[in-house]
């Protein structure tokens, strides 16, 4: 068995397994309870489901398709969260048009997602075109050629959404020089690394105007009793870790499979095929979630490289870690504002599942204390940044009647 598919059935089991306790375990352990719940909630239109376990829409499909071309390249967690945010998007848009044109919605969600891999994933371009013409030889010659024409659509709007993929600056390079100084963060990598994603703050973001627009406030002085406090907790973790708590630290590691995004995008896709949604509802919620995710990674980054926290090891060469440092700084919490952003986006748009999804992303933010590699003040502010950017998020949203246009600058 290969190590994707090893991965996906291990991320399967693992989300169900937390689904059963996190009420138990996450709510009563996280400290900044209610005041990240968000401001209003957009609930959907349920449909009645035959089978609360499927998911028969291309766009779920196409999704989860995605997710293995990610875990099969090993792409890395900032790639897969801008592959499946413009994804989605490029779905989104193609459905749009599509309904429109008076086409059915499937063809396009395909012919876009297809499409967008492809500019996303080059290598992967000749497996893509084999699914695609699968998908597309399976029909019947009555619905085959409206599904052609579909994924015609789905091509064309793929192809504004590859425009503002090329322009949205996420591969240039950083000029920047790490601080020499004592209380800033320095690689504990072996041999030192250059930091990860510090050019992430420049990259255009779809809700937000710039990445700085969210700028976390400065962190306690390092030496300040407020810091050392911090720092302690860290090492009274370390020094009693539990069972528990090296679990929880490493499920939430996610450095391998589809990475963070691609955790969140499989508890998406089952909150959609258990409420019954269609395509484009389904398209809609996926790009909501996955482009908050995307700006709420740019704002940690702008934040980290402004203050340049060290990790807790760095002050205190005591503390053991469950899991490898992530060679960048450490405030505020990637961990939080990705999983912050898109629990948040979910509860939003299922609000009857009374929190569960913010609960799972305090959990994951929490990990990061258990791991040793993360203080408290990161995950309160990563926390508090996933919620301004889900508020911009729910207060633009996305246009059920027209492609959604990135916002940023």
Known sequence: MNNTVTRTGKSRYAVRSLTCFVSAVAIGAFGFGCTHQPMKSEPIERQAVSSPWAAPTSTAQWNEYASELIARNQVGQFPALRILAYTNLAINNAIVAATAQGLRPEGAAAGAAAATLTYLMPKEERAIA??????????????????????????????????FAKADNAGA??????????????SLATPPAPPLGPQLGATRPFFLATASEFRSPPPPAIGSPEFAATLAEVR?????RSYEQVRFSQYWENLTGAFTAGVWNELARGAIASHGLGEAESARVLALMHMAGFDAILACHDSKFVYWVPRPKQLDPGIKLA??????PSYPSNHSCISGAM??????KFPDQRGRYVSMARQAGESRIYAGIHYRIDIDEGMNIAQKVVDRALDTGIPAGRPFMPQGL
Do not use: C, Q, Y
């Not at 920047?176 to 209380?183: E, I, L, N, Q, S």
């Not at 629990?343 to 939003?348: E, I, Q, R, S």
């Open 130 to 163: 084999t699914r695609l013409s699968g998908e597309t030889e399976a029909l019947g010659a009555t619905h085959r050629t409206d599904f052609m024409a579909g994924v015609e659509v789905g091509r064309s709007a793929a192809a504004d959404v590859i425009a």
């Open 173 to 186: 390079k950083w000029a920047g020089t790490v601080p020499a100084d004592a209380a800033s963060w320095t």
């Open 236 to 240: 009274k973790v370390s020094d009693a």
């Open 323 to 328: 899991v490898g440092a992530p060679n960048h």
């Open 343 to 348: 629990g948040l986006v979910l509860d939003a």
